[in-house]
T-cell receptor
Framework: QKEVEQNSGPLSVPEGAIASLNCTYSDRGSQSFFWYRQYSGKSPELIMFIYSNGDKEDGRFTAQLNKASQYVSLLIRDSQPSDSATYLCAVNKGGNTPLVFGKGTRLSVIA | ETGVTQSPTHLIKTRGQQVTLRCSSQSGHNTVSWYQQALGQGPQFIFQYYREEENGRGNFPPRFSGLQFPNYSSELNVNALELDDSALYLC????????????FGPGTRLTVT
């Protein structure tokens, strides 16, 4: 079992819809959870992080964490074509510990 | 823009050669982590430097080595390059014990022929 798993996609959603991206992790010692967006040929950009169970909202983005189910998700409301990118889920054991990444989910928002 | 810079942007090397990649961390950040990202994969942790000391290492051979300088900038050195070393090399800076959020630089694309 891989440490961090994501559906590779592509996930296609129409413009204006809600995109739902999911991630599961295997290490119950994981404490911190991150979502990065990576455009083709570019480096990952941190868009959300969450440390506690529940929801965290920032603009059109909502991160959801359920440690009991070892599950973290990212919702993108009112999806725009500019949201088309690969979304990487990453986890670590808190503080300075290294990030463990999934392979990413490719999102395509269709105008 | 994260304030993390990397050089060079692109590099082409021949198998067996050595390469040095450079990274300047964001102002106020004392920790630099290096990752390797192969095509279609998520980044893989190489090692981390905190206050000029190696502070953790991933599953990479000793020919991958690094340094961190007093201004918290960092170098990644790779000796005896192999074809499989072709990848995007990413540097991420963070505030160390004060916060785990890591911010990436633009990366260096290394091609080994």
């Amino acid at each position: 079992q891989k440490e961090v798993e994501q559906n590779s996609g592509p996930l296609s959603v129409p413009e204006g819809a809600i995109a739902s991206l999911n991630c599961t992790y295997s290490d119950r010692g994981s404490q911190s959870f991150f979502w990065y967006r990576q455009y083709s040929g570019k480096s990952p950009e941190l868009i959300m992080f969450i440390y506690s169970n529940g929801d965290k909202e920032d603009g059109r983005f909502t991160a959801q964490l359920n440690k009991a189910s070892q599950y973290v998700s990212l919702l993108i409301r009112d999806s725009q074509p500019s949201d088309s990118a690969t979304y990487l889920c990453a986890v670590n054991k808190g503080g300075n510990t290294p990030l463990v990444f999934g392979k990413g989910t490719r999102l395509s928002v269709i105008a | 823009e994260t304030g993390v810079t990397q050089s060079p942007t692109h590099l082409i090397k021949t198998r067996g050669q050595q390469v040095t990649l450079r990274c300047s961390s964001q102002s106020g950040h004392n920790t630099v982590s290096w990752y390797q990202q192969a095509l279609g994969q998520g980044p893989q942790f190489i090692f981390q430097y905190y206050r000029e000391e190696e502070n953790g290492r991933g599953n990479f051979p000793p020919r991958f080595s690094g340094l961190q300088f007093p201004n918290y900038s960092s170098e990644l050195n790779v000796n005896a390059l192999e074809l499989d070393d072709s990848a995007l090399y990413l540097c991420a800076s963070s505030r160390g014990a004060l916060g785990g959020e890591q911010y990436f630089g633009p990366g260096t694309r290394l091609t080994v022929t």
